[in-house]
């Protein structure tokens, strides 16, 4: 069986011996204040900076899940309001729950083959008292991607508001540019290929020094409160110790982010080429400018996305639904680093014999 889901999504085979490994090795009970947790956080975000190439001078978070990445972002980054430029469902959640912490927050929609024109924008001045511009790098519920042309032109335009990025679906997936935001995050669930519980949040030293500045401590996951423990690798809180080896192990294991991206790059060009002409489904996504790399699309009659979901599975290929306004017309095939290409080709070959 191969899992195509978008998240929850497959893990790498590898995980069921991590697994053994954890509890054989005494990590499920190990004290998260002691040295050898310590030794383990210094040692991820170590890694997590090699792998993913991330500045050595930018601050890594573990939390529990994007959705709190979302929540602490409006408590210890926005004391007044932020702006959410978004396509999709994700985007529009992270908007929803800003303005209930952060009434004055403002959202501008815009369509999933559009390229947002920067100068259309309502775009913070150096007077504004817009904290945080919020984008959604891959809006995985309608499969499409902002390019890092467009983050650079956004980052360029923004005075003194701090640039935030969803990168959930992407994070560990594709190499993202993270000199050209001041915030990102994601969850582990996606393209790390590992079990959910763990959100991870980077930071630039200028969103830091934001954050140290506005000194939010009303909440036991403030910034400034996660940035005092994290001087010593620790938590506010008992962490998610397991998720924290597993991730550990996963990326001693991985390639360099530029291998494993160009690999997703290669893998989504011969999909969106194989479904644009084969088969009775099409890409949902039909400008190639804001096609998503690491989710897929693809659009038909929701009887016939039914029935081709009804007999993928029944041959092992559990594809992923559609999500939000696309939830009938459509159906999401990840394109995750965990998947083996043997499950792409299988999948192709399904079309090809039942749906071409
Ligand atoms: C999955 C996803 C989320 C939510 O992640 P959780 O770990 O469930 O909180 C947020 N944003 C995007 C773009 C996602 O794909």
Redesign the pocket.
């Known amino acids: 069986m191969y899992t195509f889901n978008?998240?929850p999504s497959a893990v790498y085979p590898a995980v069921r011996g991590y697994l053994q490994d954890a509890f054989d090795e005494g990590w499920l009970s190990a004290p998260h204040r002691g040295e050898r947790f310590t030794g383990l956080l210094r040692q991820t975000v170590a890694d997590m900076k090699a792998k993913l190439n991330i500045p050595q001078d930018y601050t890594i978070f573990f939390l529990?899940?994007?959705?709190?990445?979302?929540e602490v972002l409006a408590q210890s980054l926005t004391p007044t309001k932020s702006f959410h430029l978004y396509s999709g469902a994700?985007?529009e959640?992270?908007f929803e729950y800003a303005k209930a912490l952060r009434p004055a927050s403002t959202g501008q929609l815009f369509g999933l083959d559009e390229l947002p024109e920067i100068y259309t924008l309502p775009l913070p001045d150096e007077s504004g008292d817009t904290d945080l511009v919020c984008i959604?790098q891959?809006?995985?519920?309608n499969a499409t991607q902002l390019r890092d042309g467009f983050i650079l032109n956004l980052y360029n335009r923004l005075g003194n508001a701090l640039l935030a990025v969803?990168?959930?679906?992407s994070m560990a997936g594709i190499q993202l540019k993270y000199i050209k935001a001041d915030i990102w995050f994601?969850?582990v669930?996606?393209c790390f290929g590992l079990p959910?519980g763990l959100?991870i949040m980077v930071l630039s030293p200028r969103a830091l020094a934001r954050a140290r500045s506005i000194n939010e401590r009303g909440h036991y996951n403030s910034l400034t409160a996660q940035y005092e423990k994290m001087l010593n690798f620790q938590t506010t809180h008992t962490p998610n110790v397991l998720g924290l080896y597993l991730l550990s192990r996963v990326l001693a294991d991985r390639e360099p982010i530029k291998v494993v991206h160009q690999h997703l790059q290669d893998r989504a060009a011969k999909l969106y080429e194989y479904f644009e002409q084969a088969t009775q489904l099409t890409p949902l996504v039909t400008n190639p400018e804001t096609r998503s790399t690491t989710v897929v699309a693809l659009q038909g009659a929701p009887a016939l996305i039914d029935e081709v979901k009804r007999r993928a599975q029944a041959q092992g290929l559990q594809l992923g639904n559609g999500y939000g306004t696309w939830k009938a017309g459509s159906l999401r095939i990840a394109n995750f680093p965990a998947i083996p290409d043997a499950a792409y080709e299988q999948l192709v070959q399904f079309f090809a014999r039942e749906f071409a």
């Open positions: 978008p998240g529990s899940s994007a959705t709190e990445c979302w994700f985007g959640k992270w959604t891959n809006e995985t519920s969803d990168a959930t679906s994601g969850s669930q996606k959910a959100g």
